[in-house]
């Protein structure tokens, strides 16, 4: 297993533009997190799944933003009419159980620009 | 709100010097509670753990204690490396549910010869 996996690396896209990330979490782990973190900051909490299941999504994300994992596997973030304030880097993350005492694997990041 | 407070860096310190790197949280609770690190071009990757009141974590020569009445978990290192040169996040985790991380700001430590 190679890790968390996240596509593309980079992303540059005109404002107003759509864009779709992907995330391949570990096999086997059962939840999947998305964040984004902006520079100079630490990573912020955008959505949760559990399987196929969305439980969680943060006030942070509009309605312009739209996850889903179908199958409980890979997972999609898709960000319509960007903003050039959507510019930050996208990560995720998978982890497996139920316990909060489980490591987080993350991966390295969809870098998105907005010009 | 639930929260996390990092001493702000950048912390720059000699090869061999003693690194503390200071964390509180606010909590309902009792969360795990982690520190993770981002090394230069690398993803965020778990640096050590502890899940419960007076629990110490330790990876790679870093230790942090789980300290419930002050709601700290500093991380502290003896003798810090050139290699150590990273941005360190303190998380909390198990709040509202479903296990999320609250991340900190992230404290970035460079470390000269």
């Known amino acids: 297993d190679t890790g968390v996996s996240q596509n593309p690396r980079h992303k540059i896209t005109k404002r107003g533009q759509n864009v779709t990330f992907r995330c391949d979490p570990i096999?086997?782990?059962?939840?999947l997190y998305w964040y984004r973190q902006t520079l100079g900051q630490g990573p912020e909490f955008l959505t949760y799944f559990q399987n196929e299941a969305q439980l969680e999504k943060s006030r942070l994300l509009s309605d312009r933003f739209s996850a889903e994992r179908p199958k409980g596997s890979f997972s999609t973030l898709e960000i319509q009419r960007t903003e050039q304030g959507d510019s930050a880097m996208y990560l995720c993350?998978?982890?497996?159980?139920?316990?909060?005492?489980?490591?987080?694997?993350f991966g390295q990041g969809t870098r998105l620009t907005v010009v | 709100g639930n929260s996390v407070t990092q001493m702000e860096g950048p912390v720059t310190l000699s090869e061999e010097a003693f690194l503390t790197i200071n964390c509180t949280y606010t909590a309902t609770g009792y969360p795990s509670l982690f520190w993770y690190v981002q090394y230069p071009g690398e993803g965020l990757q778990l640096l050590l753990k502890?899940?419960?009141?007076?629990d110490k974590g330790s990876n790679k020569g870093f230790e942090a204690t789980y300290r419930k009445e002050t709601t700290s978990f500093h991380l502290e290192k003896g003798s810090v490396q050139v290699s150590d040169s990273a941005v360190y996040f303190c998380a909390p985790s198990g709040y509202g549910g479903y296990n999320k991380l609250i991340f900190g700001a992230g404290t970035r430590l460079a470390v000269h010869p």
């Open positions: 096999s086997e782990h059962n939840r």
């Open positions: 502890a899940t419960k009141a007076d």
């Open positions: 993350a998978s982890s497996l159980g139920r316990a909060g005492d489980t490591e987080a694997f």
